[in-house]
């Protein structure tokens, strides 16, 4: 088992040469380069480092991240006020980009080209070169096996024999000779380091190809209500986030219309009653100068189209609410995404109508599409889709604060400068609508509606009555296919530099003082090798298979 | 009843026969201490027969399997056991039923049955015993079937108590083929982690006993001298993480490509998927530590240890208690 206690085909950090340790010369900037360089590329420090990588990985799973869960992080900021500044300093929400992780896989990386090279430099050299010579005595080496030839056997016809015997099984040969001695050395599973050197090297086309590709990409995310179009322009997204080297010009103005959103809840299953089934979201894409095409987006089904990755990420309700004045006159009019608060969709939203009537106005809206009503009096929704829907608006009056430059998000509302008109607190309780119903405002302000999307549908049957919204995530990443590849290569070389054998092979043919001729075969495993001794007495078995067949008359020299 | 809670009394049938076949093995074990005990009356004989078995076995053998190295690699030769093959026998029952639980639960929910912690539970630890299975025809580990059946029992009794959800349909976010492929591949690699990590606890349970007998002192757990030497665990527990290692490997691949469709890039640090990378890297370094001088043998076992619970803590303690993309728990 000595043999196959290190396997021979690794690199590993050299033993200092004699001598050195004694008087040590002084080594000179030079010298230390080449000795950092030399322990940054042993195994040792590879094994340290890549052991390191997943220590530091595991903080970023502990505290939340901004890459992944930002809404996380302002959320910790605010349970733990004196430890997450202090994380903060030490990168911790940004574990993955951090320097010092950063550090770690960069000098990994380093230390991984630093060995990848010279071995494939040596690779190379090993590919192009003859196998051993055999070694004098192969007693003690793997698999020994020792046969008495059949009688009447020339040592050079069975050492030919055993040659084409190997050859064919994949085997690179050569012939040796020595005194009584004829053999043949072979050796097989180069595979196993160009297997080796494809994964290491496909690990570093990962890095690389993520590291400065994802550059050239861009993500966005836009909300649709049904019947609306998007555009592909940057003015068109919501949000939009492109990489350092993304050129806006380079975005391809198709058009995107969500025609129809259509989702299945569980309704037979009472265990899982309310359960989304599916959802899916029906578009047509009009690419310049073409007619539109149908097209869905689901939520495992993104839409590919004009170069970018179209993903369906959420969804909601978007009631159409009509504000008009004393007069009649609508000074408002659209339908407003509401954020689903819960599994059943209870939703919420907020309009701001900051022209047209007397005063500003705000509204607070709660939308439950299947109204229910706890013992305390409070409303939720019972079920997510559209049931029994219903519409509460509180209402606020005064100063929008829209007008000061701050930015302000469309889905909430300050009320710190505005009056309570119709609230729970309010003497006039939160407007309730369902949809085609339209309620006065306090105040004489003037009305709302709610309006009914699909007003033809028979009395109580709500289903197509509010509009749904769709959010999507819009990607361009040109590194997927080549962080595909990689991926596959990386797979491939695995598979290759582990299970491929990297072995050698002796059939050695001595002739004996008698006339007789003795065989010997063993081999050598370099690297884990469980099957080269069964390989070994399976050569010897064919090859005594085939002397035993071969005519019994000396055979030609070979010229 | 319906075929879901056939299912689940199929299930709580393999509970029953696999506490049954820890039984059986336990006994073993504890007979194989008193085996020991009996060898040790003469010590010189055993000794010297030991030697000459392990020398007969080394030059001329040319059998392809394992097993036969492995028995004879072993300082206390240890014959047929009666306990041993009940518990084969009790365990391949076990592992029946615990099959048709599954498969039941997977006709009751009308797909696949890994989609909630429980299933997950389920299916992974068939797929730990049928991994333990299929090693048994190649290599005589039954000495491991205390470890296996022990933690298969424990899975099981949690995914039972603490796991159970009713069947439900798949929500949209996991109608995907890559649910088919890229969870069966990660409990599939998790069963070939389990036993690496059984082989590299023997491992490392050997490889004292061996330093303390060639100090000349005394050993516990003396049926430690009938499993093979610590070299061949060392081999076994390699070929067998490494599988387990090239799964792992296609796992990330197959999560990320599915990440990729679901959520529209392919890596994102998710916790999940930090504990998956983190797994990996930790395996990587398993088997560059056999090629590092210093890092073979105990050193390189204590890792496919460490690799082996850090696959349980993304199991049982990132997929309940860790917030992420990955919430499929059910619960």
């Known amino acids: 088992m000595a043999a196959l206690s290190r396997p021979s085909d690794h690199y590993d950090s050299r033993p200092a040469a004699a001598g050195t340790e004694i008087t040590q010369p002084r080594l000179g900037f030079i010298g230390w380069l080449r000795w950092f360089w030399r322990q940054l590329t042993s195994m040792r420090t590879a094994l340290f480092l890549l052991l390191l990588l997943a220590i530091a990985a595991v903080p970023g799973s502990l505290v939340p991240q901004r890459s992944s869960d930002p809404n996380g992080v302002t959320q910790y900021f605010a349970d733990n006020p004196d430890l997450a500044p202090a994380l903060d300093t030490i990168q911790a929400f940004d574990v993955y980009s951090s320097a010092w992780f950063s550090a770690i896989y960069l000098l990994l990386f380093v230390s991984l080209i630093g060995c990848v090279i010279p071995r494939t430099r040596h690779h190379l050299q090993a590919l192009r070169a003859k196998p051993p010579k055999t070694p004098a005595h192969l007693a003690r080496l793997a698999g020994f096996t020792s046969r008495d030839a059949p009688a009447g056997t020339d040592a050079a016809a069975a050492v030919e024999s055993a040659r084409g015997l190997l050859k064919s099984s994949g085997y690179r040969v050569e012939r040796c000779e020595s005194g009584r001695e004829v053999s043949v050395s072979a050796e097989r599973g180069y595979l196993r380091e160009t297997g080796n050197l494809v994964f290491h090297s496909a690990l570093v086309g990962i890095l690389v190809t993520v590291g400065f590709g994802s550059g050239f990409g861009f993500s966005g995310q836009r909300v649709l209500v049904e019947g609306q179009t998007f555009v592909n322009t940057l003015l068109s997204y919501d949000s939009f986030n492109p990489g350092r080297f993304f050129d806006d010009a380079s975005l391809d103005p198709y058009k995107l219309k969500l025609d129809d959103f259509t989702v299945a809840y569980e309704t037979q299953n009472l265990k899982a009653f309310g359960q989304p089934l599916d959802f899916t979201a029906d578009v047509s894409v009009t690419k310049r100068g073409q007619a539109a095409e149908p097209g869905n987006v689901k939520v495992n089904g993104p839409l590919r189209t004009g170069d970018t990755d179209v993903y369906l990420l959420g969804n909601g309700y978007a009631p159409t609410i009509t504000v008009k004045d004393p007069d009649g006159k609508v000074v408002f009019t659209d339908s407003i995404p509401f954020l689903p608060q819960d599994a059943n969709l209870t939703s919420l939203g907020v309009v701001k109508v900051p022209e047209g009537l007397k005063k500003q106005l705000g509204m607070i809206g709660f939308f439950y599409p299947t109204q229910a009503e706890a013992q305390s009096g409070a409303y939720f929704s019972s079920f997510p889709d559209l049931q029994y829907p219903l519409l509460t608006l509180n209402v606020y009056a005064g100063n929008l604060g829209l007008d000061e430059g701050v930015p302000t998000s469309v889905y909430s509302l300050d009320t710190d400068k505005m009056d309570a008109l119709a609230t729970r607190t309010t003497t006039v309780k939160p407007l309730e609508l369902k949809p085609g119903e339209t309620q006065q405002l306090p105040n004489g302000l003037g009305s709302v509606t709610f309006d009914d999307a699909n007003p033809g549908a028979k009395k109580g049957d709500f289903s197509g009555s509010v509009l749904r919204f769709a959010s999507f995530d819009i990607h361009h990443d040109p590194t997927q296919g080549w962080v595909l590849l990689f991926a596959v290569l990386v797979l491939l070389g695995l598979l290759t530099s582990l299970f491929i054998p990297r072995r050698r092979v002796w059939v050695k043919a001595i002739r004996q003082d008698d006339g007789s001729v003795r065989l010997e075969y063993a081999g050598l495993a370099r690297g884990d090798d469980p099957a080269l001794e069964a390989a070994v007495a399976d050569l010897a078995d064919r090859h005594g298979a085939q002397l035993s067949a071969l005519p019994l008359a000396p055979t030609p020299e070979q010229n | ?331």
């Open chain 2, 1 to 331: 009843m319906n075929l879901n809670e056939l299912s689940i009394l199929s299930l709580y049938s393999a509970m029953g026969v696999y506490a049954f076949a820890f039984i059986a093995f336990a006994i073993d074990l504890a007979r194989r201490s008193s085996a020991v005990d009996a060898a040790q009356v003469d010590a010189q004989l055993a000794a010297d027969a030991g030697e000459s078995a392990a020398l007969a076995s080394g030059g001329t053998t040319t059998l392809t399997r394992i097993s036969a190295r492995m028995a004879n690699d072993a300082s206390t030769p240890y014959g047929r056991s009666a306990s041993l093959r009940v518990g084969v026998s009790l365990t391949v029952l076990a592992w029946a039923l615990h099959l048709s639980a599954a498969v039941l639960r997977g006709v009751a929910a009308g797909r696949v049955p890994w989609a909630n912690m429980y299933e997950f539970a389920m299916t992974g630890t068939l797929l730990i015993m049928t991994v333990f299975l299929i090693v048994l025809t190649r290599a005589d580990l039954r000495f491991l079937g205390t470890f296996v059946t022990g933690l298969v029992l424990i899975l099981l009794g949690i995914a039972a108590l603490s796991f159970y959800v009713e069947v439900a349909p798949l929500p949209p976010a996991l109608q995907s083929v890559w649910l088919v492929i890229h969870v069966f591949v990660a409990s599939l690699g998790t069963g070939f982690f389990a036993i690496g990590f059984a082989l590299s606890a023997v491992q490392l349970l050997q490889f004292k006993r061996e330093t303390l007998v060639a100090d000349a002192k005394a050993v516990r757990l003396r049926f430690v001298a009938t499993l093979p030497s610590a070299a061949t665990l060392e081999n076994l527990a390699y070929r067998i993480n490494i599988i387990g290692f090239i799964l792992w490997t296609f796992t990330l691949m197959a999560g990320s490509i599915w990440a990729e469709r679901a959520w529209g890039r392919y890596w994102g640090w998710d916790t999940k998927e930090v504990w998956t990378f983190i797994i990996w890297t930790i395996y990587a370094g398993y088997i560059h530590a056999r090629a590092t001088r210093g890092w073979r043998g105990s050193r390189s076992a204590w890792l496919a240890i460490i690799g082996f619970s850090a696959v349980m803590f993304n199991f049982g303690i990132v997929n309940v208690f860790f917030k992420g993309l990955h919430a499929y728990s059910g619960l």
